[in-house]
């Protein structure tokens, strides 16, 4: 809550603590930081900080002028809301113009739905998953939170004077209503979660989180932002400042402790943090509170007033530096990206966003023009335009790369549409001393291979899974590999590794199979602890007893469906399905891969890792089918590269 303009609104600087502390945990959890699995709930701190603030204001313009002055309100969200994202949504769709230009079409309607506040039912109705790993961030994926936070801002007045009118005034019954409201809006929360690894149905629908908004506006109605008694006894104060304290480690706690796939979110977790965050609230705006000093200090403060910013510029940021960017040194890529981030939203907060807020828009257009026309120091204008076109090409390379991991696993086949086949004219083919008998290859993979085809992560074409393959004997290659893929389940449209497997066959595709799959499968089977013989024997069954050779799958995490505990289950149901089928093998790429081949979200691979990946899943493959001889006898083999 940045200072007011009208002087007659009070300032209370620990809101903008909290306002700091939220954006924090967003900014952390897009980073990927430690303990912070479950920042995404910093965008439900919002809600309701959100909800509080503007039911006060609405309150106030009732109790003074028996009107919610409606005019008025929507002009002064308007100034504040539309500047700094027109900015933003600006700035990446000149970067994607000019870096990534076949991928316009696309980021124009992210940006288009943007604008007019509906990214959420945009991203709901087509299908996307805001929860998925299996691509990069998009520079505007995170805008569904502002959709619902401005489309709140249109209809909650309109319903609120409804009920003021209604009830005529009578504020206990608007209580009641309002709570009503959020109990029925925390209730289809719940309803439309289910145990999978995406409900972005229930996290991004308006109707099921419009629940911690409203409870925000039951506190405005019921605890008033203003002048209160300041003198209270020793006692009162130390109650006060621990049901706030309490109520900020219930808001760590949930942040440090879930994550984006925990179903205890939808089944009371929103709710409590919610709760504790109207707790907390409340005793920040209390003048006697010890809390809210503290949380008023001068760097929350400062974050808190440009959180809005923060806000909208941090993923553009993320998404425009590549994961394997300084991925040895995790600290200082984050303290570079914030640095970015904090470097843009404080221009956005000082050129734009504070001077419409404080002047409107004609007078901020006026002062900026007058200021402009006193820059006569050309290094300063360089300065500005080298500062402007940076952020552009930062954005556009970002678009690229992130446009170019979706369109790798996205168009890499579908069930209609088989994928070419690489032949071996091919002059980055690197011979290694193990041949195969394998002469034509299907590689079926989940997003942990689409870094082996990637020319980000391995730009020299000999480092790629085909070449290496090719390396090894291997004369035509089929590429099967697809993000969010599973054995079993569809995601977004997209044929499973079942229908992928199953057209390749329909076609008249022979030859040896490669299986990198698994890592999806463990994550669903988490949620009802299921088997994974099954799927193992389903896409055994698809070949016909052709050669097979699976990956083990490991992961660095210790909690969520992709904890490692899951893929040492899968493991254990690989090496199972061998005694039933004497064509299969299994690479344990598991026992090999080393904790530095991760990138930060410790599923997928960095550049080196993949380079390895691919060199050691040929030579694997060679050592399960031999060139000249019967294949291996060990249903297990290694690639005998050492180290």
Known sequence: ?????????????????????????????HLGVPHLSGGLLGVGMFFTLSGYLITSILLRSWNTKASLGLSTFWLRRARRLLPAVAIVLFVVLVATALFSPEAFGVRGGEALAAGFYVSNWTTIIHGISYFSLFHPPGPLDHLWSLAVEEQFYLVWPLVLLGMLRVFRGRMRAVVLATLALSGISFGLLALMAHATLDNTRAYEGTDTRAGGLLLGAVLAMVWKLGPQAVRISAGARALLDA??????????????????????????????????????????????????????????????????????????????????????????????????????????????????????FRGALSAAGSALSQVRTPAVRIGMSAAFLSVV??????????????????????????????????????????????????????????????????????????????????????????????????????????????????????????????????????FHNGPGAPRVDAMMRLVHGEPVMWLTVKTLISTSPYADVQMQKWNAALVAACKRWPNMRIYDWRSEVQNAWYISDGIHFSSPGSQQRAKRIAAALARAFPQGQKASASSIVSSGIPG
């Open 243 to 360: 049901v706030g304290t309490s109520a900020l480690v219930v808001i760590a706690w949930l942040i440090a402790t879930t994550d984006q796939y925990s179903l205890s979110l939808y089944y009371g977790g929103i709710l409590v943090l919610s709760m504790a965050m109207v707790a907390l609230i409340a005793v920040v705006v209390h003048p006697a509170s010890l809390l809210g000093r503290a949380l008023g200090v001068l760097p929350l403060r400062f974050v808190g007033e440009r959180s809005y910013g923060i806000y909208l510029w941090h993923l553009p940021v993320i998404a425009a530096f590549p994961a394997s960017m300084l991925e040895g040194l995790p600290l200082v890529r984050d303290v570079f990206l914030i640095s970015i981030i904090l470097a843009l939203s404080s221009l956005s907060w000082r050129f734009v966003e504070d001077p419409i807020r404080r002047l409107g």
């Open 393 to 526: 090409a930062a954005s556009g390379v970002g678009a690229a790369q992130v446009m170019s991991a979706r369109s790798t696993s996205s168009t890499t086949s579908t069930t209609a549409t088989v994928a070419p086949t690489t032949t071996l004219r091919n002059a980055n083919v690197v011979t290694t001393p193990g041949r195969t008998s394998c002469k034509v290859v299907t590689y079926d993979g989940d997003s942990t291979s689409v870094s082996l085809m990637s020319t980000s992560y391995l730009p020299n074409p000999a480092d790629r899974i085909n070449a290496r393959l090719f390396g090894v004997g291997v004369q035509s290659f089929h590429n099967e590999i697809s993000g969010a893929q599973s054995t079993t389940e569809t995601w977004n449209g997209q044929p499973n590794a079942q229908q992928r497997i199953g057209a390749r066959w329909a076609s008249g595709v022979r030859g040896c199979w490669i299986f990198a799959l698994g890592t999806n499968d463990s994550a669903n089977l988490s």
């Open 1 to 29: 809550m940045p200072r007011p303009t009208d002087a007659s609104e009070q300032y209370v600087p620990g809101l903008d603590g909290l306002r700091a502390l939220a954006v924090a945990a967003v900014v952390g959890y």
